[in-house]
């Protein structure tokens, strides 16, 4: 069974940093996509950043240059660097994988109904 864990909720000023980690499991198949995606109340789900295990990173416009996301070298955890935030990145962050089997992991970012792997959110709040 996949399991996605995210820690609790947190809040940040504006231009503050913050860099929640995601720790997959059950994940068995050797290359995966591995992402985040965000969600403001009554809108659609969005994605933010996406790895590929095998190499390789995209993100959305309105986080390029600011987010980074990454995996440690026993690829068990993935976290997003967020730096320079801002109040329109209040959100609820989720964790995400997908098994890319017709498409890179760039598809994934532009298509949240296509993952099948989902963690429970986090919520962020950027805020004086």
């Known amino acids: 069974q996949v399991q996605l864990v995210e820690p609790g909720g947190a809040s940040v000023q504006p231009g503050g940093p913050l860099s929640p980690p995601c720790a997959p499991s059950?994940?068995?198949?050797?290359?995966?996509?591995l992402g985040w995606y965000r969600q403001v109340a009554g809108k659609d789900r969005e994605g933010a950043a996406v790895?590929?295990?095998?190499?390789?990173?995209t993100y959305a416009d309105p986080v390029t240059g600011r987010f980074a996301i990454s995996q440690d070298n026993a690829k068990t955890t993935v976290y997003l660097q967020m730096d320079s935030l801002k109040p329109e990145d209040t959100a609820m962050y989720f964790c995400?994988?997908?098994?890319?089997?017709?498409?890179?992991?760039?598809?994934?970012?532009?298509?949240?109904?296509?993952?099948?792997?989902w963690g429970q959110g986090t919520q962020v709040t950027v805020s004086s």
């Open positions: 995400a994988a997908e098994v890319p089997t017709y498409a890179d992991c760039g598809y994934y970012l532009r298509r949240p109904d296509r993952i099948d792997y």
């Open positions: 059950g994940i068995t198949t050797r290359r995966n996509c």
């Open positions: 790895i590929d295990t095998d190499g390789g990173t």
